[in-house]
């Protein structure tokens, strides 16, 4: 009983993405991210520095907030198709 648990636990830290991802890898495991990006002005999802910047990182040097991004970004994930 208790492995099930755990493989819930994992699975759902699996499904949450956090300020410490790069920009790329995001879109890259979930491609319908990329209009909660642009909605909220951080355009460079296509660019270079988006395989080495995190999300906090763009987020902070564009002005946006962090934490609005990060909760629109998870329930993005979230969404039935």
Do not use: R, W
């Not at 492995?3 to 991802?21: F, L, Q, R, S």
């Not at 979930?30 to 999300?55: D, M, R, S, W």
């Not at 962090?66 to 198709?81: G, R």
């Amino acid at each position: 009983m208790a492995k099930k648990n755990i493989k819930k636990t994992i699975k759902k830290k699996e499904d949450k993405i956090t300020k410490n991802m790069s920009i790329e890898s995001v879109v890259n495991k979930y491609p319908k991210t990329v209009q909660v990006f642009l909605k909220h002005g951080l355009h460079c999802i296509g660019c270079a520095v988006a395989a080495f910047e995190n999300i906090e990182q763009g987020a902070t040097v564009h002005g946006i907030d962090v934490k609005k991004l990060l909760d629109d970004l998870n329930k993005a994930i979230k969404k039935k198709k």
